[in-house]
């Protein structure tokens, strides 16, 4: 009488058991992979782009009957933005101008745009991370509405320190979107994700999705607040705000279906990466000279 | 069919209408135009009136601040490279100072308020202006703001890139304020366009520098090789150490009590008379000069007419708030970095460099320009 072998796996027939087993598995791996594939952009293809969770209605309404902007569509463009931080001076211009021309609350807590500053020092493998906020910074001036970062690394040793502005990424697939429910923020068909505020309720659910942070609450009007790339110039032909100021061409903006665009170009002619890309949430900002440690 | 189920069914059926018509009823026509969100907000969010409006806009009204500026470092200031030589980017522009952007400016008739202001005098109807649009922030910056504004770009700062200009404020310029040698619009220094300053009356100063005759001399050169010559002194800085003496910035036991009686005026008139009158050379040891030459590089900066930024006769400053040191007497020369090592004289800059001299670099220094040609 031969006693079954348990040890090893060629022996063993196929048994029902197994079989069950093994089709769960690959369901659940296969699975897996079809959502993480789409999730990081893979399974989408080039041409004509359909706008952010729009049915077959919606999308051909979008593309015949676009918002009525003065001598604007919205299928003729698709806008991205670069950031150079080897240029960033940390002078926090594109801050104050972002306030002031979206009327942003005047204070160092409430931004739509800003920038934050990395410092390893000596003999450290992980970075200070400070930005205008930060109470020392705002000591230093004196003011919560004049945005400058102190000299506090003045006398120690630094080994490498740069500036990373932040801003909204207008992301392919919004977090902010997907939670929304009322409707209230949405991702318009050339890029920018804007908050229709006579729609906000004010529930702060985006605020907490967004892997950025780039969203915050506005307690005056009760509704959330975040960048829109100054939705209202570029419709009109001119640069957000934050590029309009900015002294050192740290920021770039442009329309990528513009092969000759400075988002373009700036994009194919230097080495760019995205911030938190296994959020898979596909940024338009991209970023150039970031350390790892940037997020 | 059952009575009271046919009650239940008419009652669900009234729900469902009321509720779906008023669905209907409040939901807008374009809530599903695009998506899941009302079509018509795309085109209000567009229809905002944009509120920087560029260095252009400032030009009709500011033609001398924009050409200065059009001509100057600030706005050729381009940057190449990030694109492969493109340039796409010029350097600061009007708003990134003046902060209240234009759109705010001059009036508030001029920037009506923007779809979320509306939103915010709905809601609370007690708030009429924002904050951000409340004046209060100044388009026209004083001399003291601008130091911070400077600041915010070029004080130098681990992060900053080297490319971008950078101070050690204690060192450069110390409690000075950065529009005293600085035209903020077009800032490299171009020595020969200075703007002078008020003029003094040279005729009115004769009768004061009487007073002043018996040691420094009828024509400027002193009596004594202790006072130092006054003669073809830039007439800014004169003013300036008078008005030191007077103030108590600088002490002297003779120029304290002779300048207590003179007014702004007075000080002006008697600045005008001395810097009038050409200089002469007092001279010194030639064997020391030679020594102190090498010495006097860190000096030129300042005190040489080409400046930072050029060569140029060594002991003439460029600036016309630092004195002229060409042909002065060695002896005061030496008494005057002896006392800014020791403290009874200051200065932001001459305080930190006189300290690293020693007694035989400031022997040297003096006769070499005291040697100098001083025109």
Known sequence: MTTPNTKTNEAVPMSRRRFLEFLGK??????????????????????????????????????NNPPKIPDYNWNDHQWAMGVD?????????????????????????HHRTWVERYVYLEGSNTAIVDSQADPKNIENTGSET???????????KVDKAFFVPKLCNQCEHPSCVQVCPTGATFKTKEGPVLIDTTYCIGCQYCVQACPYGARSFNEVR??????????????????????????????IFGDRNDPESPISLFIRNNHVQVLKPEMGNAPNVFYKGTDKEVV | MPKHIVRLLVLIAVVAIVVFSTKKFLTPDTFYQYGHYRGDAVA?????????????????????????????IHHRATRKGAIQGVVFKYGPGCEVCHTGPAGNHPSNEAMPLSIEDQVTSITHPEIKVHPANVPGRKLMLSPEDMKGICLNCHEKMEARPIEQRQIEVASHSGE????????????????????????????AGKAIAAACTGCHGEAGMSTSPAFPNLAGQHFDFLVDSLKGFKTGIRKNDMMSPMV???????????????????????????????????????????????????PGA???????????????????????????????????????????????????LSAYYASMKCK
């Open chain 2, 176 to 203: 000075e304020l950065c529009t005293k040698c600085h035209n903020p619009h077009s800032p490299r220094i171009i020595y020969a366009s200075l703007p002078q300053g008020r003029r003094g009356n040279a005729q």
């Open chain 2, 314 to 364: 060594p002991g003439v400053s460029g600036v016309p708030t630092w004195p002229n040191l060409a042909g002065q007497n060695a002896e005061y020369l030496a008494s005057t970095l002896k006392s800014y090592q020791d403290g009874s004289r200051a200065h932001p800059v001459m305080t930190s460099v006189a300290k690293t001299l020693n007694d035989a670099d400031i022997d040297h």
């Open chain 1, 85 to 109: 931080t080897d240029r960033c001076i940390g002078c926090l211009r594109c801050m104050e101008a972002c306030k002031m021309e979206n009327s942003v609350q005047m204070d160092a807590f």
């Open chain 2, 44 to 72: 209000e969010i567009a229809s905002k009136i944009p509120k920087l409006q560029g260095s252009a806009s400032c030009e009709p009204c500011h033609k001398k601040a924009y050409t200065e500026w059009t001509d100057g």
């Open chain 2, 260 to 310: 207590a009686g003179l007014n702004e005026s007075d000080i002006r008139n008697v600045a005008a008379y001395f810097s009038r009158f050409s200089c002469g050379v007092s001279g010194g040891d030639k064997a020391k000069a030679e020594l102190g030459k090498a010495k006097a590089a860190n000096c030129a900066a300042c005190h040489s007419a080409g400046g930072l930024y050029g």
């Open chain 1, 26 to 63: 690959s369901a659940v791996c296969g699975g897996a992979l079809a959502s993480a594939g789409s999730a990081i952009g893979l399974s989408e293809t080039y041409g004509p782009k359909r706008g952010f969770q729009q049915n077959d209605e919606q999308y051909a309404e979008s593309v």
């Open chain 1, 146 to 156: 004049k945005f400058r970062f102190d000299n506090r690394y003045r006398n120690v």
């Open chain 1, 222 to 251: 009760g509704v959330a607040e975040k960048c829109n790339w100054c939705y209202h110039r570029i419709t009109k032909g001119l640069n957000p705000a934050c590029v309009e100021v900015c002294p050192t061409g740290t920021r």
